[in-house]
């Protein structure tokens, strides 16, 4: 980092949205919904399945970057104690944001379960089972309590959970910003490192000794990548062609370690990429995911251009296009909560309508669901716009006959 920049940008630079910023996260949720459909098709062409890292590093550092802008300026203006008190607040509506999730799909899977429904429309899956959820109503005295501590905390239900731990990090990495920005870096690598070599993670189950899935003392290291660049903390990278023929290597080196296609062809390969799990581990983000993030985020920041402008040029259906992935991008949270329930419920809908391996089946599941989070994220747009304060013009009221007496 930059000792000598500022700890802070100017509050106008700070409040104006980032067209890329929203872009970029929209997009992030349609993938993280495409992975979390089960056997969906289309999971076998996002980006996971050609590098290291995925849709979640995406979601994670334009979080940091969105963060940086919602809750910085609070440190700046307020001072420690303000930000502290915004940042709180924050971790509270993530928490029971989470609490209402997890509560949503697992009483909603146990009652369709419960129901015999299922059964009578001749579908015997377990979609209980299949999120690993029967031990929160079998061992209801342990994973009650552990839902409410996060020291429950099931694969499908783990991102929130990570979240609100980075948040929590953001009051000592500003603090120790007013010291000297070494010092964060120093933070930010030290915790990265205790968890790489598992030395500091969280219990994700009361009767095990299963540990989060994501590990927020690593990922916190993309999240404050991008609360860094936001802040003018780290310098922004110049458009350089050697810069992006390295990128454009980078991201193409990682694909026969990441390609089935090509990693199931060659044993080589495969024992290789066993070799080196320290490196591109998902849970302890290791460092190739952190490279090939960052490769693949250069690229996309050239390809945008300056301020974005790139996103804007083009024929009328690619404009809407990105507006519409914009909308969602700024509805981040909104969208990702419906992303995980529709997911589901489209996975259900579709056992019952027939095949699911169907193409047509496939197609229709992944369509209908990027329709419905569209409509989450401009109905809570709507919502959040608070059009019933807006000031109502009635029309001209008729005048009153005198013969007509006041009450």
Same mark, same amino acid.
């Given at each position: 980092m930059n000792a000598n920049a500022h700890t802070s940008l100017p509050l106008s630079r700070q409040k104006k949205r980032d067209p890329r910023l929203d872009f970029f996260r929209g997009l992030g949720m349609f993938i993280i919904f495409v992975a979390h459909l089960p056997a969906n098709w289309w999971a076998l062409w996002i980006p996971a399945r050609f590098g290291f890292s995925d849709a979640t590093e995406i979601f994670v550092f334009c979080s940091g970057m969105a963060s940086a802008i919602a809750f910085g300026k609070i440190f700046d203006t307020h001072g420690l104690g303000m930000g502290v008190a915004r940042i709180a607040h924050r971790m509270w509506q993530v928490y029971w944001s989470h609490i209402a999730l997890f509560l949503a799909i697992a009483a909603g899977l146990a009652g369709l379960h419960e129901s015999g429904l299922l059964t009578t429309l001749g579908n015997n899956r377990d979609y209980v089972g299949g999120l690993n959820l029967w031990h929160f109503f079998t061992k209801t005295e342990m994973t009650l309590p552990g839902l409410l501590t996060l020291t429950y905390v099931p694969n499908y239900f783990d991102i929130l959970p990570m979240y609100i731990v980075i948040l929590a990090l953001i009051p000592a990495v500003m603090a120790?910003?007013?010291?000297?920005?070494?010092?964060?870096?120093?933070?930010?690598?030290?915790?990265?490192?205790?968890?790489?070599?598992?030395?500091?993670?969280?219990?994700?189950?009361?009767?095990?000794?299963?540990?989060?899935? +994501?590990?927020?003392?690593? =990922?916190?290291?993309?999240?404050?990548?991008?609360? /860094? +660049?936001?802040?003018?903390?780290?310098?922004? &990278?110049?458009?350089? &062609?050697?810069?992006?023929?390295?990128?454009?290597?980078?991201?193409?080196?990682?694909?026969?370690?990441?390609?089935?296609?090509?990693?199931?062809?060659?044993? =080589?390969?495969?024992?290789?990429?066993?070799?080196?799990?320290?490196?591109?581990?998902?849970?302890?983000?290791g460092i190739l995911r952190y490279v090939h993030f960052l490769a693949l985020a250069y690229l996309a920041w050239v390809a945008a251009g300056p301020s974005g402008?790139?996103?804007?040029?083009? &024929?009328?259906?690619?404009?809407?296009?990105?507006?519409?992935?914009?909308?969602?991008?700024?509805?981040?949270?909104?969208?990702?909560?419906?992303?995980?329930?529709?997911?589901?419920?489209?996975?259900?809908?579709?056992?019952?309508?027939?095949?699911?391996?169907?193409?047509?089946?496939?197609?229709?599941?992944?369509?209908?669901?990027?329709?419905?989070?569209?409509?989450? /994220?401009?109905?809570?747009?709507?919502?959040?716009?608070?059009?019933?304060?807006? &000031?109502?013009?009635?029309?001209?009221?008729?005048?009153?006959?005198?013969?007509?007496?006041?009450?």
């Open positions: 120790l910003a007013r010291l000297h920005l070494g010092a964060v870096a120093v933070f930010m690598i030290g915790l990265w490192l205790l968890a790489t070599f598992r030395m500091i993670d969280l219990p994700a189950e009361p009767w095990s000794d299963r540990r989060w899935f +994501f590990n927020p003392f690593a =990922w916190q290291l993309v999240f404050f990548t991008g609360f /860094a +660049f936001m802040r003018g903390w780290l310098p922004r &990278p110049p458009v350089h &062609p050697v810069l992006i023929v390295l990128a454009v290597l980078i991201v193409l080196g990682s694909v026969p370690f990441a390609y089935f296609r090509v990693l199931n062809t060659s044993e =080589w390969l495969q024992q290789v990429r066993a070799s080196i799990e320290l490196l591109w581990i998902k849970s302890e983000f402008k790139y996103l804007s040029y083009g &024929p009328a259906l690619w404009q809407g296009f990105v507006r519409v992935v914009q909308k969602v991008g700024q509805q981040s949270l909104a969208v990702f909560l419906a992303s995980l329930v529709v997911a589901q419920s489209i996975n259900i809908l579709r056992d019952l309508l027939g095949d699911r391996s169907d193409w047509i089946s496939q197609m229709l599941s992944n369509l209908v669901g990027f329709a419905l989070l569209i409509a989450v /994220a401009y109905t809570v747009s709507w919502f959040k716009s608070q059009p019933w304060r807006a &000031p109502k013009t009635n029309p001209a009221s008729p005048p009153i006959s005198p013969s007509v007496d006041k009450l």
